[in-house]
């Protein structure tokens, strides 16, 4: 059974920081990319951040570059997002979801997805 379990969500207040866990199964984890992405209230789900396991290649958007790192355990086959420095318009449920292949900042090239873990940034 594959699964892709995100953790870490919560509340902090702005400037501060978080991490989320992107926990997999199911899968050969060493091939797979793994992104990140975030949905706000009423917007669509944007892609943050994505890695390829087999290369250790990254991608970002724009809004968090600087701000936000993602690593990955290989070992534990989970993912990490570290959120730092975090604005209230980073408030959204973010998403982590896997692919085997190439290593997209794309919401539609993702197969397997998370059920979110909601971050709340308060000002």
């Known amino acids: 059974e594959v699964q892709v379990v995100e953790s870490g969500g919560g509340l902090v207040q702005a400037g501060g920081s978080l991490t989320l866990s992107c926990t997999v199964s199911g899968f050969t984890f060493d091939d797979l990319s793994i992104g990140w992405f975030r949905q706000a209230p009423g917007k669509e789900r944007v892609p943050i951040f994505c890695i390829g396991n087999g290369d250790g290649a990254t991608h970002s958007a724009n809004s968090v570059k600087g701000r936000f790192t993602i690593s990955s355990d290989n070992a534990k086959h989970t993912v990490y997002l570290q959120m730092n420095s975090l604005k209230v318009d980073d408030t959204a449920v973010y998403y982590c979801?896997?692919?085997?292949?190439?290593?997209?900042?794309?919401?539609?090239?993702?197969?397997?997805w998370g059920q979110g873990t909601q971050v709340t940034v308060s000002s």
């Open positions: 979801a896997v692919k085997y292949g190439p290593n997209w900042l794309s919401t539609g090239a993702y197969d397997d």
